[in-house]
T-cell receptor, first 117, second 113 residues
């Protein structure tokens, strides 16, 4: 149980275009999902908390108009990188909360590698 | 300190035990976790421990918790080449919103034959 998928696994786009990344909980419902960004050989940087049916909560320094998050159902959250630029190139990982032994635990997707040319 | 701290690198010979250390920030954190990340992949939950426990063993993995020193360790017995990865510890702080974790920087473990 507690499988999380991401699509696409990698994407290359031109500067100025928008890219949508999907995060799905496959065998459970998740009212809360998280979006992270990871640079090479670095830890995870939390970008935002995505709550089903409400607005996402963004971390300080993350532009909400640039990184649009939509959590329209209990199994799907999407991250759209708008007007992408080369500095947005990164590894984006989502996680979903699922109860394990009485407490919610984060289960991670496999990540999406974004390269902006 | 404010950050979850881990040593950055560990080299171990195949068959030996590995010990990865972590210092967390909130003495009242209720849950602490260990995740494994292989190259180009997401994070895989390895194990977790409740704060009212001192030790937890799960097959080759042993987690030790010292609440007084806010120190967490992960021991991998009989380390295999497939254990080469980055290992992250994470805590859930009572001051953070529900479900939010604080992650360490990760310890890269390299297993040599």
């Amino acid at each position: 149980g507690a499988v999380v998928s991401q699509h696409p696994s990698w994407v290359i786009c031109k500067s100025g275009t928008s890219v949508k990344i999907e995060c799905r909980s496959l065998d459970f419902q998740a009212t809360t999902m998280f979006w992270y960004r990871q640079f090479p050989k670095q830890s995870l940087m939390l970008m935002a908390t995505s709550n089903e049916g409400s607005k996402a909560t963004y971390e300080q320094g993350v532009e909400k108009d640039k990184f649009l998050i939509n959590h329209a159902s209990l199994t799907l959250s999407t991250l759209t990188v708008t007007s992408a630029h080369p500095e947005d190139s990164s590894f984006y990982i989502c996680s979903a909360l699922w109860a394990l032994a009485g407490t919610d635990t984060q289960y991670f997707g496999p990540g999406t590698r974004l390269t902006v040319l | 300190g404010e950050d979850v701290e881990q040593s950055l690198f560990l080299s171990v010979r195949e068959g030996d035990s590995s010990v990865i250390n972590c210092t967390y920030t909130d003495s009242s954190s209720t849950y602490l976790y260990w995740y494994k990340q292989e190259p180009g992949a997401g994070l895989q939950l390895l194990t977790y421990i409740f704060s009212n426990m001192d030790m937890k063993q799960d097959q080759r993995l042993t987690v030790l918790l010292n609440k007084k020193d806010k120190h967490l360790s992960l021991r991998i017995a009989d380390t295999q080449t497939g254990d080469s990865a980055i290992y992250f510890c994470a805590e859930r702080r009572t001051t953070d919103s529900w479900g939010k974790f604080q992650f360490g920087a990760g310890t890269q473990v390299v297993v040599t034959p």
